[in-house]
């Protein structure tokens, strides 16, 4: 179909309503609904454009009242248009200024109820065979407040992921430089560190500048430094930590806001962790999706994960572990942006959903959290530190380079209560 007619179809309509939302550095999505009360038929059309020009209400796009000039019509740009009555509806979307759309037509049903789905009519298109191209999965990466100007910030990815320079984290920190971290982690994610040489001591009174320190429950630590968990593989480990993508302690009533990870002995190749941005997990999901999940609250069980995984190295359960209920997403207390809280590691069950129900969803979930594109992947070396944000990240460890020793220390900090 030509732009002249969809056009046609809404000409000199009013707008009938403009949402701009998910305004964030650099980018914003603008919803525009068009009805037409003569015809029935009412049409949403969604477009990316400039956070700025969405705040000054410049380059708001001509309405559609004016039969929508051609120029308007941008590749990519895709919507549906349905009727009031809502049998019928009209998906389409502009590839090289034309206008391509397929009708589509509710489900036809087997005779007697049966909910078996019947082969498109002829003339009709099955959507699910033939998907629209409506550009990115995730278009809410690059995320930044602006120039740096005590450290240097180079991004690993778009979405999560960024290697900090000019850092020496054995010496002294002054506050407009940890304040620059802080938000190099909050765009980030999670923050690398190269060629560091740290003692434990020093690597605690670190994580403690963020926060109070949150000892593993279970875990060995270095002799003499409880809050400094000792994570180490070599040719005779039974299990390696970390190797389910998992946000760290989850199961606490209060699960750690941060971990930081200092690499002491690194195999020859191999042992890379892998870290997923929730915020992506999270925006990525349909509204209807979202909407189901809203209010949802998930056990996170330590009994589950703990119990007797550190038996090989000696190591006795305790009598009892922490088990919480948080939401299935949470708002990040920095950035106010919404993140998927649910991980395979710890999450065995929705509340207030049957079992099966609970089961399948979470399948889905944590099959959709674990999509390479939210994803960045950090090959360490000797020296490296990697820092990551708990409430907005999970992260899985690679036991890929057996029979080799990696070895490495890290602090947790605490965090505040899942809201
Ligand atoms: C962890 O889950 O804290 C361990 C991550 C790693 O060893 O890379």
């Given at each position: 179909m030509k732009v002249a007619a969809l056009s046609g179809l809404f000409a000199e309509r009013a707008v009938d309503e403009r949402d701009i939302h998910r305004v964030r550095e650099g980018m914003a999505t603008e919803v525009t609904r068009i009805a037409d009360p003569d015809t029935?038929?009412?049409?949403?059309?969604?477009?990316v454009i400039p956070a700025a020009a969405a705040k000054d209400g410049v380059?708001?796009?001509?309405?559609?009242?004016?039969?929508?000039?051609?120029?308007?019509w941008r590749p990519g740009m895709s919507g549906v248009a349905r009727s009031q009555a809502g049998h019928r509806s009209l998906a389409w979307i502009v590839t090289h200024g034309v206008v391509d759309y397929r009708r589509l037509a509710p489900p036809r049903l087997a005779p007697c109820g049966r909910r078996r789905k019947l082969p498109p009519r002829?003339?009709?298109?099955?959507?699910?065979?033939?998907?629209?191209?409506?550009?990115?999965?995730?278009?809410?990466?690059?995320?930044?407040?602006?120039?740096?100007?005590?450290?240097?910030?180079?991004?690993?990815?778009?979405?999560i992921g960024a290697e900090i320079s000019g850092l020496d984290l054995a010496g002294p920190l002054d506050e407009a430089t940890q304040a620059e971290l802080e938000r190099a982690l909050a765009e980030n994610l999670v923050v690398?560190?190269?060629?560091?040489?740290?003692?434990?001591?020093?690597?605690l009174a670190f994580g403690r500048r963020f926060g109070a320190l949150q000892a593993h429950p279970l875990a060995p630590h270095e002799a003499g430094l409880d809050e400094l968990m000792v994570v180490k593989a070599d040719e005779g480990s039974a299990r390696v930590n970390g190797e389910e993508w998992h946000t760290d302690m989850s199961a606490e009533s209060q699960?750690?806001?941060?971990?930081?990870?200092?690499?002491?002995?690194?195999?020859?190749?191999g042992g890379d962790t892998l870290f997923a941005s929730m915020y992506a997990a999270?925006?990525?999901?349909?509204?209807?999706?979202?909407?189901?999940?809203?209010?949802?609250?998930?056990?996170?069980?330590?009994?589950?994960?703990?119990?007797?995984?550190?038996?090989?190295?000696?190591i006795k359960d305790r009598e009892a572990y922490a088990q919480s209920n948080h939401?299935?997403?949470?708002?990040?207390?920095?950035?106010?942006?919404?993140?998927?809280y649910v991980n395979r590691r710890f999450t065995t069950r929705i509340n207030g959903l049957p079992k099966e129900e609970s089961d399948a969803l979470l399948a889905y979930l944590f099959q959709h959290l674990e999509n390479?594109?939210?994803?960045?992947?950090?090959?360490?070396?000797?020296?490296?530190?990697?820092?990551w944000d708990n409430r907005c990240t999970q992260h899985r460890a690679m036991w890929d380079y057996w029979p080799h020793q990696r070895y490495a220390t890290r602090v947790t900090i605490f965090g505040e209560t899942p809201a």
């Amino acid at each position: 179909m030509k732009v002249a007619a969809l056009s046609g179809l809404f000409a000199e309509r009013a707008v009938d309503e403009r949402d701009i939302h998910r305004v964030r550095e650099g980018m914003a999505t603008e919803v525009t609904r068009i009805a037409d009360p003569d015809t029935a038929w009412s049409m949403r059309v969604t477009r990316v454009i400039p956070a700025a020009a969405a705040k000054d209400g410049v380059n708001s796009f001509p309405v559609l009242a004016e039969a929508a000039p051609p120029e308007w019509w941008r590749p990519g740009m895709s919507g549906v248009a349905r009727s009031q009555a809502g049998h019928r509806s009209l998906a389409w979307i502009v590839t090289h200024g034309v206008v391509d759309y397929r009708r589509l037509a509710p489900p036809r049903l087997a005779p007697c109820g049966r909910r078996r789905k019947l082969p498109p009519r002829k003339g009709e298109t099955d959507m699910a065979v033939q998907p629209m191209h409506t550009g990115p999965r995730y278009r809410g990466g690059v995320m930044t407040g602006g120039d740096y100007r005590r450290i240097g910030v180079r991004k690993v990815t778009p979405v999560i992921g960024a290697e900090i320079s000019g850092l020496d984290l054995a010496g002294p920190l002054d506050e407009a430089t940890q304040a620059e971290l802080e938000r190099a982690l909050a765009e980030n994610l999670v923050v690398f560190f190269r060629d560091q040489k740290i003692t434990g001591e020093q690597q605690l009174a670190f994580g403690r500048r963020f926060g109070a320190l949150q000892a593993h429950p279970l875990a060995p630590h270095e002799a003499g430094l409880d809050e400094l968990m000792v994570v180490k593989a070599d040719e005779g480990s039974a299990r390696v930590n970390g190797e389910e993508w998992h946000t760290d302690m989850s199961a606490e009533s209060q699960p750690p806001m941060g971990s930081i990870l200092y690499m002491k002995v690194c195999p020859p190749v191999g042992g890379d962790t892998l870290f997923a941005s929730m915020y992506a997990a999270w925006e990525t999901l349909s509204d209807r999706m979202k909407a189901h999940l809203e209010g949802l609250t998930a056990l996170h069980d330590g009994e589950f994960v703990y119990r007797g995984t550190y038996g090989h190295l000696g190591i006795k359960d305790r009598e009892a572990y922490a088990q919480s209920n948080h939401p299935v997403a949470r708002t990040h207390p920095v950035t106010g942006r919404r993140a998927l809280y649910v991980n395979r590691r710890f999450t065995t069950r929705i509340n207030g959903l049957p079992k099966e129900e609970s089961d399948a969803l979470l399948a889905y979930l944590f099959q959709h959290l674990e999509n390479p594109l939210f994803q960045c992947r950090f090959a360490w070396q000797e020296g490296s530190i990697a820092f990551w944000d708990n409430r907005c990240t999970q992260h899985r460890a690679m036991w890929d380079y057996w029979p080799h020793q990696r070895y490495a220390t890290r602090v947790t900090i605490f965090g505040e209560t899942p809201a």
